[in-house]
């Protein structure tokens, strides 16, 4: 519910499983040999794992990181089981990690409160009739991290980025994408059908009769028409340096002057800011005002009472949980069967006390040699990155200079924060819902409190150390890898350097390289808002990546759907500059420079690209499929590496890739952009 990350770009990282006891170097029961590499390398590298691990049922996706994180999931089931079952000190955070806990686990407490945790939310909503009212309503959503019909946060200011400034973007659609509700093509008209039926059983739930039900999901899939409308798409809103500006109090009222502006932030007890970016385009709040102006108050009590109970579902009793799953995860991905009740609860004490269950999975699971050894990796990949710049030929000489100045100034944040949030005055109640509320209520006094402040270096904006994932923080130009991410049998502290670079290094090297990219090059060394490229540079760069958008343009995913190769392109430009700049670091070690010493029968550089395809092995329901094509800015896991490593010289070397193999391209057709 609460989302709080600045301009972060998310890596999707995926880690290698095994299906026999794992080793420090390739398994090769994770690969299908009776393939040959050149005609279906990601069925050669991926073909066992993916045989060994059918799709489970709670799952809409299956792949390696997935596996992983069910892993990670069960070191934190076992940490909070021991102290649940221990006593603990009185007052203590462990005690209150183990109420809370419990306070999710007891559905029958759960199912007994019914809606009464969230009733004064509503009685709220009832009463409202202006738009004073109206403001004071959505204040009181926001404080709690419930984004409707903007949304608020904190971030880095735009033109000095070591100071913290409030952050108003677009928001307040449920279903995230304006696409969901302007497009006309069958497959958002089928999941705009089955939403609008979906919001209907959400206020049958909340015990409203049929045909007011229908009247308040009518009024409020209306208001959501209207923010869509108004809304930037998927490719607008990654034009960062058209979208995002600096503001002030006096702007707002300018814009929006339906709101009290200074009122406004006296109902969310905060001072006034002395920094605010608006994350939209200049029409936004204008065209917002006139919805709010025009739309009668009984609609927006529907809306809001919709936005307060799509984010508290999973917490409410077992009705609001099964519909909640049925739309969102069933009917949008294909997935059958709903986590287990531990998974969901753990999944809201991620985000509600995730701080407290982060320091105790340090302390149980994170070896501190496998964060000098990561570290001493990407320490290397970035060295490799800064060959790759040097010997760039479609960059100017001055903006090499600049790329080079803001590669030596990026961060390397390996494993966690040393900054954690004290929970000592956190009290907690019998019911799972008001934990929920009143974690999120404090969360936020918490998070705004750095605004105007100067940013910590040591700030990780909510990413956890147990997050099997990666970023790249475009704003403070640093990358993150989470302690969940240096583990077997992704990270070997002490294994194999070819699937180390192939694996984690090449995720290292795709995170560098996204300060580089479309959107990277708008924000310079300190993560200031800056155009630092050259108009020919950026021409080059667009040249170079049109090649990438034709081929996944080419790559069909089911039935006669398409790759989208503009959506998927600061993805796909990162994986393949990625695995070259791991290649070239992995290319200085020693094991690299002794091609002839095989283990079992492969060659270093073979180990490296199977290490690679071999973190994207995975499989996906046919409804998630249709869904992340049309919206997901990452590639799907098999055309990672179809549309990747045939642009590898050393690819082709290393599996003798000859013109009529499916992987091979001319040198005509290949991509070189890093």
């Known amino acids: ?233 998927i490719m607008q809103s990654q034009d960062r340096a058209h979208v995002i500006h600096n503001s002030n109090i006096e702007d707002l009222t300018t814009k929006l002057p339906a709101f009290d502006w200074e009122l406004y932030f006296k109902q969310l007890n905060l001072p006034i800011p002395d920094t605010i970016v608006v994350n939209t385009d200049d029409l936004y709040l204008p065209r917002l005002d006139t919805i709010m102006r025009e739309t009668p108050i009984d609609n927006w009590k529907a809306y809001l009472t919709y936005m307060l109970i799509n984010a508290m579902a999973p917490t409410l009793d077992s009705g609001f949980v099964n519909e909640n799953f049925d739309f969102k995860k069933r009917i949008l991905y294909g997935q059958e069967e709903n986590d287990p009740r531990w998974k969901q609860v753990i999944d809201e004490m991620n985000t509600d006390f995730d701080d407290a269950i982060g320091k105790l999975y340090i302390k149980n699971y994170f070896p501190p040699e496998a964060k000098a050894r990561a570290l001493e990796m990407a320490n290397n990949i970035k060295s490799a990155l800064a060959e790759h710049i040097a010997n760039c030929e479609w960059m100017c000489d001055s903006t090499k200079t600049k790329a080079l100045n803001k590669l030596a100034k990026t961060k390397l944040k390996i494993g966690y924060s040393e900054e954690y949030v004290d929970y000592k005055d956190f009290i907690m109640c019998d019911t799972f819902a008001t934990n929920v509320l009143n974690c999120l209520a404090r969360y936020f006094e918490y998070e705004m409190s750095f605004i105007n402040q100067k940013i910590s270096d040591d700030l990780w904006y909510n990413i956890l150390p147990h997050t099997v994932n990666m970023f790249y923080v475009y704003n403070q130009n640093e990358i993150i890898v989470p302690a969940a991410m240096l583990q077997p049998p992704f990270f070997y502290s002490n294994g194999d350097d070819a699937l180390n670079y192939g694996a984690i290094g090449a995720s290292i090297g795709h995170e560098l390289t996204h300060g580089f990219d479309t959107q990277g090059r708008m924000f310079d060394q300190f993560g200031n808002l800056d155009d630092w490229w050259s108009d020919n540079d950026k021409k080059e760069f667009d040249r170079l990546a049109q090649k990438l958008i034709d081929r996944f343009n080419s790559f069909i995913v089911i039935d006669t759907m398409h790759a989208d190769g503009n959506l998927t392109l600061c993805e796909n430009v990162a994986d393949l500059g990625g695995l070259l700049v791991a290649y070239t670091a992995f290319s200085k070690t020693e094991q690299w420079k002794d091609q002839t010493k095989l283990i079992d029968g492969l060659t270093p550089d073979q180990r490296f690209f199977i290490a690679f395809a071999q973190s994207w092995a995975g499989s996906y329901r046919n409804e998630a499929i249709r869904s992340r094509t049309k919206t997901a800015n990452h590639s799907l896991y098999r055309f990672r590496i179809e549309g990747t490593l045939p642009n590898i010289d050393a690819f082709e070397k290393a599996f003798g890739t000859k013109p009529g193999d499916k992987y091979y391209l001319p040198d005509s057709m290949k991509t070189h952009i890093w």
């Open 1 to 233: 519910m609460r989302y709080l990350l600045p301009l972060i770009i998310v890596f999707e990282l995926l880690v290698s499983c095994a299906s026999k006891p794992m080793a420090d170097t390739i398994n090769i029961a994770d690969m299908d040999t009776t393939i040959r590499p050149q005609d279906d390398f990601y069925q050669y590298a991926c073909g066992g794992w993916i045989a060994n691990h059918p799709m489970p049922e709670n799952k809409s996706k299956y792949s390696i990181s997935d596996y992983l994180s069910t892993q990670v999931d069960q070191q934190i089931l076992d940490i909070l089981t021991d102290i649940v079952n221990n006593k603990q000190i009185p007052g203590s955070t462990n005690e209150k990690l183990a109420l809370f806990f419990k306070s999710g686990m007891d559905t029958v407490t759960v199912n007994a409160a019914g809606i009464e945790p969230i009733r004064f939310f509503i009685d709220e909503f009832n009463s409202m009739r202006n738009l004073a009212d109206l403001q004071y309503c959505i204040a009181l959503l926001q404080k709690h991290y419930i984004r409707a019909p903007f949304g608020i946060r904190f971030g880095p200011y735009l033109s000095n980025s070591s100071i913290y400034a409030f952050v108003i973007e677009n928001d307040g659609l449920s279903l995230g994408d304006r696409e969901f509700y302007l497009e006309d093509d069958e497959y958002y008209a089928e999941i705009r059908q089955n939403y609008k039926a979906h919001v209907e059983k959400m206020f049958l739930l909340l015990g409203q009769d049929s045909a007011t039900a229908h009247q308040s999901a009518k009024a409020t899939y209306d208001i959501e028409y209207k923010i869509a409308e108004i809304s930037l798409d």
